[in-house]
């Protein structure tokens, strides 16, 4: 018999596989069914003739499911969860559901989210997902079903997929107003190649991506992976740019930029990559033509390119630098990167101002220990905890009071984000006493005093929220909060208010924590720091959750990963995944909170985030629970559970033992399940809860 005559000949018995399979239990899966376990039982058996396996191992009315029933199981959810989604696209609107959708490079990042926020004001029913992989990365991901559509510069030739040419574009080379070339009558090709350009770059192999001119060579001061920074660089007037035409035309228009005398670089494409066969076609298909229409658009505007109009003093101001300053000031472009989340930019910004004051001499031990300082930030947002802690202890040595003070409670903080409380409340104690001698040395202690006392009070809110001592927590934020208006430090002022906000949603007071929250979002948005509103996205996604508002919920964790789309931050990737994955799941929608769970746990690898990857194990191993996948869900929770044990994290620990005593009780283990709660009791007595991850 051919496989098609026995797909037929077997089609009426699969429920009543199904039900056996995710019940190994006779009479439960016949209470289902409305059969007598005999009746189902003769099914299996015929089953199980025709497909020539047995299909489960047998103790009385106990079936376990063996290798060759799991196989067919696995099929058959496989080609249930398709034919749902087809049923699913033909019952509902063509702008209903779920889309995944990738931007890769600049100008897929201009396009993408607003083409898809069009399309949400047609349908509030659409919920798109944006990421920002590289596109070798993305492709891979299409072909594992895990990403819906690609948007990218690069043809993608494969015969297994649909790639659609959707456009293209011009692109110059572009200065601001306070660039030394603009208002040079006369610009020559070798004149432009001799000041340092800012570029696009891929997000994982760090080559440029903007359209430049092959072979040709040029400086570079800064690689960077969004393309608003590369703009906003470019406007500040220090670097030049490659931008596409369409995106420097309104600049233009204001006198804000200037398009460079050179050579014609070549035209920029766009092409959408997706496979064929998604249950979910006509929405991509939706997808793909608002973004074309949306570049035709863009492309067909009247343009002025060769203008440069007039410059009122207003927007002059709003082009000034983000600050190469002398001095004191040396580290500020790299304090700007790091607001807008352009951590390897910020990075080698550091690097290069501190190498140029040791070169010039001018180097101080306190220098030395605000590099370091800088340097940790940047490593913790990447989450390389080990080697930022590092950095900060190996500063300490000879540094003064405030900054020994920032050090030790940097550490403290990164300790915490490790799940180490027990060192980081030591690093905080030592922390506490230097900034008590700082002030004891000079009355207040100064700028960095005070910049010190912030660092402090927010390693002790961070230290106690993670305990569970929220009133406590709150108190310490809000010395923070007080501490951060006398430093005049907007950033650092958006982080204490967000932290308070976050502290008091896991306090249950809403009301409060919204108005803390908008208050931080504001002030995010005046700053531009897309990683901070992110993760207020991020809180608020939670407190919706809290109420089973699931609406609220998506539409903020779906905001958040749209603004996180350029970042390159793995750990804030994961993060929302996490939630997302819990709404789902909340949802009893086990293949979106799957694929959910899935992004978050690459992502929290990629970076050795390892609390995010415990939530995502342990997200994966409930969903497998639902399911009744037992097996799965075992291995999920172990490496949950081997991971909760390395790091220390008692909460995680707790919710690693809980789901350890679920698999024992769904195995008819009472003791060992017993054992596991008795456990996870002991690691954390109080009520475990997901937290948002606090910025750093």
């Not at 107003?177 to 696009?200: D, G, K």
């Not at 997808?287 to 207003?314: C, D, F, K, N, Y």
């Not at 903080?413 to 060192?423: E, N, P, V």
């Amino acid at each position: 018999m051919d496989r098609r005559r026995l797909l037929f000949t077997i089609w009426n018995w699969l429920p009543a596989f199904q039900a056996v399979a995710e019940a190994e239990h006779l009479p439960t899966a016949s209470a289902r069914l409305s059969l007598t376990p005999s009746a189902l039982s003769r099914t299996i058996t015929m089953l199980e003739d025709r497909v020539g396996r047995q299909l489960f191992a047998r103790t009385g009315r106990t079936l376990s499911l063996n290798a060759h029933g799991r196989r067919l199981l696995a099929g058959m959810t496989s080609a249930y969860s398709a034919l749902s989604a087809s049923l699913a696209a033909l019952s509902s609107g063509e702008l209903e559901g779920p889309v995944y959708a990738c931007a890769c490079g600049p100008m897929a990042q201009v396009l993408v989210v607003p083409a898809l926020r069009e399309l949400q004001q047609r349908s509030a029913k659409l919920v798109p997902y944006v990421y920002g992989y590289d596109v070798v990365e993305a492709i891979d991901l299409v072909r594992a079903g895990q990403l819906d559509v690609v948007f990218a510069s690069a043809r993608v030739e494969a015969s297994d997929l649909t790639t659609t040419f959707l456009g293209e574009t011009s692109s110059g080379v572009f200065c601001g107003r306070r660039h030394p070339l603009f208002s040079n009558a006369v610009v020559r090709t070798e004149q432009v190649l001799q000041h340092p350009f800012v570029v696009s770059c891929s997000p994982t192999d760090g080559r440029p991506n903007d359209s430049f001119l092959p072979g040709v060579e040029r400086r570079v001061d800064l690689y960077v992976h969004q393309s608003h920074v590369m703009l906003d660089l470019c406007l500040s007037g220090n670097l030049l740019a490659v931008l596409p035409d369409f995106v420097a035309e309104p600049h233009l228009q204001q006198g804000a930029l200037r398009r460079l005398p050179f050579p014609e670089l070549p035209s920029t494409p766009l092409f959408a990559t997706s496979a064929g066969t998604e249950a979910n076609q006509e929405r991509v298909r939706l997808v793909i033509e608002q973004v074309g229409s949306l570049l035709a658009a863009a492309v067909t505007r009247p343009s002025r390119s060769e203008s440069r109009g007039s410059t009122s003093e207003e927007d002059t101001e709003a082009c000034d630098s983000p600050g190469r300053e002398e001095d004191g000031g040396w580290p500020a472009m790299g304090d700007e990167l790091l607001i807008h989340g352009e951590y390897a930019a910020a990075q080698r910004a550091y690097e290069s101002a501190y190498r140029a004051r040791r070169k010039a001499g001018r180097a101080t031990e306190e220098d030395a220990a605000r590099y370091a300082l800088a340097i940790a930030n940047v490593l913790t947002r990447k989450g390389r905890y080990g080697e930022a802690e590092t950095a900060c202890e190996r500063a300490l040595e000879g540094a003064a009071p405030a900054m020994a003070a920032a050090l030790e409670a940097t550490v403290s903080l990164i300790r915490c984000f490790r799940g180490d409380f027990a060192s980081a409340k030591e690093s905080l104690e030592r922390a506490r006493g230097h900034a008590v001698a700082a002030t004891a040395r000079s009355a207040g202690g100064g700028m960095d005093g005070a910049r010190a006392w912030a660092l402090v009070e927010r390693a002790e809110g961070n230290l106690l929220l993670e305990t569970d001592k929220v009133r406590e927590a709150i108190a310490a934020y809000e010395k923070c909060v007080a501490t951060c208006e006398t430093v005049g430090d907007d950033w650092e002022q958006s982080i204490a208010l967000f932290n308070l906000g976050d502290a008091y949603a896991i306090a249950g007071d809403v009301e409060r924590a919204t108005s803390l929250l908008d208050e931080t979002y504001r002030k995010k948005d005046e700053i531009g720091d897309r990683w901070g509103q992110a993760h207020v996205h991020l809180v608020r996604a939670r407190v919706a959750l809290g109420r089973d508002d699931f609406a609220v919920a998506l539409g903020e964790v779906t905001t958040g990963l749209q603004l996180a789309t350029e970042l390159a931050d793995p750990k804030l990737t994961a993060a929302l995944d996490n939630s997302l994955g819990r709404i789902r799941l909340s949802l009893g929608e086990h293949d979106e909170a799957q694929r959910a769970y899935r992004f978050a746990l690459r992502e929290a690898e990629r970076c050795d985030a390892r609390v995010d990857a415990m939530r995502a194990l342990l997200g994966l191993c409930s969903v497998q629970l639902q399911r009744r996948r037992i097996a799965a869900a075992k291995g999920y929770a172990e490496r949950a559970h081997a991971l909760a044990r390395q790091g220390g994290s008692r909460p995680e620990l707790a919710n690693a033992l809980y789901a350890l005593g679920e698999i024992a009780t769904a195995e008819d283990r009472p003791a060992d399940a017993a054992s596991f709660f008795r456990s996870a009791f002991e690691a954390h007595t109080s009520k475990v809860t997901e937290r948002a991850i606090r910025p750093g």
